[in-house]
């Protein structure tokens, strides 16, 4: 298996312009998990989805930010428009989950770099 | 909803010495704590875990103790090798299908 596959890996944007974030959770995974990662505020949880379905979008910062997951597997994270304190670096997570099991890891994704100028 | 506290924020240790790393948590339902290694510029990987229903589990040179009743757990990495040094986060979940919140990490340098 690949892992969980996040593209692109680096992204430079304009303040202004659309970003859109993609991941391809690994096959068979039923959650998929949106973090952002900055020296500041560590690792938040920005929305999470289980069968494709979001369950939790409390973290998501503001309306410039949406995410959504078409099918099992791939999920998008969308910001517009972009400002520079939207830069950050934006991993993808997913994982299954086992019944009757009280815990499962998650898989990360390599993550994307956005800096917005 | 869950938080989860860590603590110290930085650590360096000699190589060989062991290392300690603690967390506390507020919801006493969690029941799954997973502890996460990210190297720098890499994605976190899971490297230990332990359930409610266990007090301590050992993988190798890295131990983890459970304590319930006062809501912290520990990371313990003995005979500290240069290849240890990266943020370790620790994290807490309640139930199979919860989120995972993240403690603010710690990072650990291991001095050749």
């Known amino acids: 298996d690949a892992g969980v596959i996040q593209s692109p890996r680096h992204e430079v944007t304009e303040m202004g312009q659309e970003v859109t974030l993609r991941c391809k959770p690994i096959?068979?995974?039923?959650?998929l998990f949106w973090y952002r990662q900055t020296m500041m505020r560590g690792l938040e949880l920005l929305i999470y989805?289980?069968?494709?379905?979001?369950?939790?979008d409390s973290g998501m910062p503001e309306d410039r930010f949406s995410a959504k997951m078409p099918n099992a597997s791939f999920s998008t994270l969308k910001i517009q428009p972009s400002e520079p304190r939207d830069s950050a670096v934006y991993f993808c997570?997913?994982?299954?989950?086992?019944?009757?099991?009280?815990?499962?890891?998650?898989?990360f994704g390599s993550g994307t770099r956005l800096t917005v100028v | 909803g869950e938080n989860v506290e860590q603590h110290p924020s930085t650590l360096s240790v000699q190589e060989g010495d062991s290392a300690v790393i603690k967390c506390t948590y507020s919801?006493?339902?969690?029941?799954?704590f997973p502890w996460y290694k990210q190297e720098l510029g890499k994605r976190p990987q899971l490297i230990i875990d332990?359930?409610?229903?266990?007090g301590e589990k050992k993988d190798q040179r890295i131990a983890v103790t459970l304590n319930k009743t006062a809501k912290h757990f520990s990371l313990h990495i003995t005979e500290t090798q240069p290849e240890d040094s990266a943020v370790y986060f620790c994290?807490?979940?309640?139930?199979?299908?919860?989120?995972?919140?993240f403690g603010p990490g710690t990072s650990l340098s291991v001095i050749p």
């Open positions: 997570a997913s994982s299954f989950f086992l019944q009757g099991a009280q815990g499962y890891g998650y898989t």
């Open positions: 096959s068979g995974h039923d959650y």
């Open positions: 989805f289980n069968n494709n379905v979001p369950i939790d």
């Open positions: 919801d006493s339902a969690s029941n799954y």
């Open positions: 332990i359930r409610s229903n266990v």
């Open positions: 994290a807490a979940r309640r139930t199979s299908y919860d989120k995972v919140i």
